[in-house]
């Protein structure tokens, strides 16, 4: 049987760790917090560089544009600190955040990321062999497990999980740690680069599998 996911109590009596999840205009941070939440976890969304480096650990969330995501995380004046502090905390990007850790995405012109880990963010249909497949790669996957980590934890190989993008990381092998197959693409489901990890799919959207990934990634 899987461990059963601390309660609020139980959290609370070793010593609540914070997880901050980085306010720049982007994503659906509360449906995020409250999945943390549910696990016990205690989470704030939070814009202020002073709490991104008090917190523990950090999630970078997004959905839309590579290049307008990128130039409001700019405005916050953030992406300093992000960089300092994921060189020696656990640092989880996910969906466009995932994409946004990466060297740089040809998403409606060029755009430089945060250069965390090597790689390119790409549109997925120019990879496509079949052309009738539907571009955004929307729904339920399978993610193969390709490397141990301790991001699995208390996740099996194969289980499914929601992805909603148009371009996915490429040119990114080293750091891989899963992926799912869509047509003849591998598309890159996480990655992990030292103290920075990533996900494509939104662990709060996948169910029980996803909840049980970020219980994992609040233990890092």
Same mark, same amino acid.
């Given at each position: 049987?899987?461990?059963? =996911?601390? $309660?609020?109590?139980?959290?609370? @009596?070793? /010593?609540?760790?914070?997880? &901050?999840?980085?306010?720049?205009?982007? !994503?659906?941070?509360?449906?995020?917090?409250?999945?943390?939440?549910?696990?016990?976890?205690?989470?704030?969304?939070? $814009?202020?560089?002073?709490?991104?480096?008090?917190?523990?650990?950090?999630?970078?969330?997004?959905?839309?544009?590579?290049? *307008? =995501?990128?130039?409001?995380? *700019?405005?916050? !004046?953030?992406?300093? #600190?992000?960089? @300092?502090?994921?060189?020696?905390? +656990?640092?989880?990007?996910?969906?466009? !955040?995932?994409?946004?850790?990466?060297?740089?995405?040809? @998403?409606?012109?060029?755009?430089?990321?945060?250069?965390?880990? +090597?790689?390119?963010?790409?549109?997925? $249909?120019? *990879?496509?062999?079949?052309?009738?497949?539907?571009? +955004?790669?929307?729904? %339920?996957?399978?993610?193969?497990?390709?490397?141990? *980590? +301790?991001?699995?934890?208390?996740?099996?190989?194969?289980?499914?999980?929601?992805?909603?993008?148009?371009?996915?990381?490429? /040119?990114?092998?080293?750091?891989?740690?899963?992926?799912?197959?869509?047509?003849? #693409?591998? #598309?890159?489901? &996480?990655?992990?680069? $030292?103290?920075? %990890?990533?996900?494509?799919?939104?662990?709060?959207?996948?169910?029980?599998?996803?909840?049980?990934?970020?219980? =994992?990634?609040?233990?890092?």
């Amino acid at each position: 049987p899987r461990p059963q =996911a601390p $309660g609020r109590d139980s959290q609370h @009596e070793r /010593g609540a760790v914070m997880t &901050a999840i980085v306010d720049y205009g982007v !994503g659906n941070l509360f449906s995020l917090q409250s999945s943390l939440r549910s696990l016990g976890v205690e989470a704030e969304v939070t $814009g202020e560089a002073e709490r991104l480096r008090a917190a523990d650990r950090i999630i970078l969330p997004g959905v839309g544009a590579f290049g *307008d =995501a990128r130039a409001k995380l *700019d405005e916050t !004046g953030l992406v300093p #600190v992000l960089l @300092e502090e994921a060189g020696h905390k +656990p640092l989880l990007g996910i969906c466009l !955040g995932m994409q946004l850790l990466f060297d740089r995405s040809f @998403e409606y012109g060029e755009h430089p990321g945060l250069g965390l880990v +090597p790689g390119e963010v790409a549109f997925l $249909g120019e *990879d496509l062999a079949d052309k009738s497949l539907k571009v +955004p790669h929307m729904g %339920w996957n399978s993610l193969e497990i390709v490397k141990d *980590d +301790p991001l699995f934890k208390y996740f099996e190989n194969g289980e499914y999980v929601y992805y909603v993008h148009s371009f996915y990381a490429r /040119g990114c092998r080293e750091s891989t740690l899963g992926a799912s197959r869509y047509g003849n #693409v591998a #598309v890159t489901g &996480a990655v992990r680069r $030292g103290n920075v %990890w990533g996900t494509q799919f939104h662990p709060e959207k996948s169910g029980e599998a996803g909840l049980r990934l970020l219980r =994992a990634f609040a233990e890092l």
